[in-house]
T-cell receptor, first 114, second 109 residues
Framework: DGGITQSPKYLFRKEGQNVTLSCEQN?????MYWYRQDPGQGLRLIYY???????QKGDIAEGYSVSREKKESFPLTVTSAQKNPTAFYLC?????????????FGEGSRLTVL | GQNIDQPTEMTATEGAIVQINCTYQ??????LFWYQQHAGEAPTFLSY??LDGLEEKGRFSSFLSRSKGYSYLLLKELQMKDSASYLC??????????WGAGTKLIIKP
């Protein structure tokens, strides 16, 4: 079955540590996205990538980094520079050839900083 | 600035009908989406409107008025499994999605 897989589902981190969240898709989608979801707020875009080896900052990129070495993979690193990293992180992909821009989401990764 | 407004929470009864409203002010408009998100899970696509009018898809319908910057999601014959958050999102002139905070829908027996 085609889809997006995020791992880990739950992650705990001590302050000062970097962590990397995995996102893999087998939908053959060109575009991939990372969002952050906090209670009472809309999804906020961290980074997005429309093709391999290229990515752009979203609205809240500070303290995060990404790579897009393969079409299928778009890992997100939450660095120690991110001041408030505890959140629910969602990875998504879309087929850039459609006008509707429908997003397909992974199951999410919940990061808690202790 | 860009803004999407939705009610924070709504309650409805199983078998009834509920309408979830969404108003938006964005720089341009290239379509409006509704997604459903169960607690702790991924959002899933429900509907996309780019022209004025009503789009019906089974028990769910979505309406759009571009002149009023307004949309609603109509859920009929409510079931307990419809308890979820419903997210409204607008595709702006740069084809970037602007998200509302979501409406938590609680279904009571």
């Amino acid at each position: 079955d085609g889809g997006i897989t995020q791992s880990p589902k739950y992650l705990f981190r001590k302050e000062g540590q970097n962590v990397t969240l995995s996102c893999e898709q087998n939908l053959n989608h060109d575009a991939m996205y990372w969002y952050r979801q906090d209670p009472g707020q809309g999804l906020r875009l961290i980074y997005y990538s429309q093709i391999v080896n290229d990515f752009q900052k979203g609205d809240i990129a500070e303290g995060y980094s990404v790579s897009r070495e393969k079409k299928e993979s778009f890992p997100l690193t939450v660095t120690s520079a991110q001041k408030n990293p505890t959140a629910f992180y969602l990875c998504a992909s879309s087929d850039g050839s459609t006008d509707t821009g429908e997003l397909f989401f992974g199951e999410g990764s919940r990061l808690t900083v202790l | 600035g860009q803004n999407i407004d939705q009610p924070t929470e709504m309650t409805a009864t199983e078998g009834a009908i509920v309408q979830i409203n969404c108003t938006y002010q964005t720089s341009g408009f290239n379509g409006l989406f509704w997604y459903q998100q169960h607690a702790g899970e991924a959002p899933t696509f429900l509907s996309y409107n780019v022209l004025d009018g009503l789009e019906e898809k089974g028990r769910f319908s979505s309406f759009l008025s571009r002149s009023k910057g307004y949309s609603y999601l109509l859920l009929k014959e409510l079931q307990m499994k419809d308890s979820a958050s419903y997210l409204c999102a607008v595709l702006d002139s740069n084809y970037q999605l602007i998200w509302g905070a979501g409406t938590k829908l609680i279904i009571k027996p």
